[in-house]
């Protein structure tokens, strides 16, 4: 599965959209290396998440084409939610 379609599948973010803005501004990691939206996702891929003040990184448990949002979280595990702190 396409990485931008994981991650509004999953839940992780809302819009195909904007995942596929945020993966073309460099702000996606597959494994730590970067990734364009049409990255190939796999089982036990960690994916880091670069929002604004928060980095998010996940574990791939599953990957289903549909999912109803209350069973969105069972495709990933939270490996590691950090706070970038600016001064």
């Known amino acids: 599965m396409r ?23 460099d702000r996606i990691l597959v494994n ?12 036990n891929d960690i994916i880091t998440i670069i929002f604004g003040k928060k980095t998010i990184e996940v574990k791939v448990k599953s990957i289903k084409e549909t999912t109803k949002k209350d069973d969105a979280s069972s495709m ?5 939610e950090t706070t970038n702190e600016e001064n």
């Open 32 to 43: 730590g290396l970067t990734a364009k939206p049409s990255k190939d996702i796999k089982e």
């Open 3 to 25: 990485l931008d379609k994981y991650l509004k599948v999953s839940r992780l973010i809302k819009r195909r959209t904007v995942a596929t803005d945020v993966c073309k501004e």
């Open 76 to 80: 990933y595990e939270l490996i590691k």
